[in-house]
């Protein structure tokens, strides 16, 4: 058994949902991300 539940464990039909990520990414002075997201080099995402 997992300890953690995913999206798909929950009943979202007409809910909203807010997602907070975290990808401590480098920024220019812009704003811009410097680097990929860690999300884009997963497999599976």
Same mark, same amino acid.
């Given at each position: 058994?997992?300890?953690? +539940?995913?999206?798909?464990?929950?009943?979202?039909?007409?809910? @909203?949902? +807010? +997602? @907070?990520?975290?990808?401590?990414?480098?920024?220019?002075?812009?704003?811009?991300?410097?680097?990929?997201?860690?999300? @884009? +080099?997963?497999?599976?995402?």
């Amino acid at each position: 058994m997992k300890d953690y +539940l995913t999206l798909d464990d929950v009943a979202l039909d007409n809910k @909203r949902v +807010l +997602l @907070r990520v975290d990808f401590n990414s480098p920024m220019d002075p812009n704003g811009n991300i410097l680097d990929e997201p860690p999300s @884009r +080099l997963m497999p599976g995402s």
